[in-house]
């Protein structure tokens, strides 16, 4: 099955960094399309007709916006470029990926130094939200190093339906590129408070449930020959961002359900992506495509849907 990858591209140094994380994702496979978008912003009066011409000249502003991407990419195969309507970036990007059937949107973040490179109300979470398909992320600086998101391709799991589906498409993923996979799960000491679990033993309790997660996964996984687990402790994004830090792919999903099931709560994939440690891949509840997602195939051993453990 052909896959599509979407790059939302602006000419700036994040546009940058979410095309070289789109190309670096779309060489994993061979019959991969990438579609560079450079969306405009149209949301005319519906009592009013729009301005002889306006809409025009915004597509062709747009198509102006992508002449960098053009002239880096534009002999590159299976690469197209369009200018994309929408009433915001993120309603363009979804819009486009609805019609293409894309697997995946990429974007990136602001560059500016500090704290809270992604705010909310910014293009990436309006992005994340709702989005049709994965979400990709590109860190600060991406496109300046040696883009190659096969070196480790990391998971987090905590036996949910969400983090179930992120182990099947980080293990096609690791499969398709001969990368190690790394599956993580994280110890929260406030899930043991909150989980009514007391005394000296729930802390060990608690990791032993983790661990239990953590081996049903691996089980579950085939075709990689490099599959290791690692049990993190600590607020699960700072843990996650820490141990994935020289990951070159971290695949999360958008929601776990319950005290001792936090790893991968919105909140965590949000403060996350807000400034990624390394490129990221966040799967949304609902989302009707996923990279590398095969009609014959699927390289976790189950059909998709199912959760780990079942």
């Not at 099931?261 to 403060?271: C, E, Q, Y």
């Given at each position: 099955?052909?896959?599509?990858?979407?790059?939302?591209?602006?000419?700036?140094?994040?546009?940058?960094?979410?095309?070289?994380?789109?190309?670096?994702?779309?060489?994993?496979?061979?019959?991969?399309?990438?579609?560079?978008?450079?969306?405009?912003?149209?949301?005319?009066?519906?009592?009013?007709?729009?301005?002889?011409?306006?809409?025009?000249?915004?597509?062709?502003?747009?198509?102006?916006?992508?002449?960098?991407?053009r002239e880096r990419y534009g002999t590159r195969e299976r690469t197209s470029f369009t200018a994309a309507c929408g009433v915001?970036?993120?309603?363009?990007?979804?819009?486009?990926?609805?019609?293409?059937?894309?697997?995946?949107?990429?974007?990136?973040?602001?560059?500016?130094?500090?704290?809270?490179?992604i705010l909310d109300g910014s293009v990436t979470e309006q992005t994340l939200r709702g989005a049709p398909c994965a979400v990709a992320i590109a860190p600060v600086g991406y496109a300046e190093g040696a883009p190659h998101p096969a070196r480790t391709i990391a998971v987090a799991v905590n036996g949910s339906d969400e983090s179930s589906r992120a182990l099947e498409v980080a293990g096609r993923i690791a499969?398709?590129?001969?990368?190690?996979?790394?599956?993580?799960?994280?110890?929260?000491?406030?899930?043991?408070w909150y989980s009514g679990y007391m005394g000296p033993g729930a802390g060990n309790d608690v990791r032993e449930f983790v661990r239990q997660d953590l081996d049903r996964a691996r089980e579950r996984v085939t075709g990689v020959d490099d599959v290791r687990v690692s049990i993190l402790e600590g607020e699960p994004s700072r843990a996650l961002g820490q141990a994935a830090g020289d990951a070159g792919l971290l695949v999360l999903g958008s929601r776990g359900h319950g005290p001792l099931?936090?790893?991968?709560?919105?909140?965590?994939?949000?403060?996350l992506v807000r400034e990624p440690p390394c490129p990221l891949l966040v799967l949304p509840r609902g989302a009707a495509h996923v990279p590398g997602e095969d009609d014959d195939e699927t390289s976790a051993g189950q059909t998709p849907g199912a959760a780990a453990g079942a």
């Open positions: 099955m052909t896959q599509r990858i979407i790059a939302g591209y602006v000419d700036t140094p994040g546009g940058r960094d979410a095309l070289a994380l789109a190309v670096a994702l779309a060489d994993l496979s061979p019959d991969t399309e990438l579609t560079v978008a450079r969306v405009y912003l149209y949301n005319p009066p519906v009592e009013t007709e729009p301005p002889s011409g306006w809409r025009k000249a915004l597509r062709e502003t747009a198509e102006a916006d992508l002449g960098w991407a915001s970036p993120a309603d363009g990007l979804h819009r486009l990926a609805d019609e293409l059937g894309a697997q995946a949107i990429v974007t990136g973040v602001s560059h500016r130094k500090g704290a809270g490179r499969r398709k590129s001969g990368a190690p996979l790394r599956i993580l799960g994280v110890v929260e000491q406030s899930a043991v099931r936090r790893v991968i709560l919105g909140s965590v994939s949000a403060r």
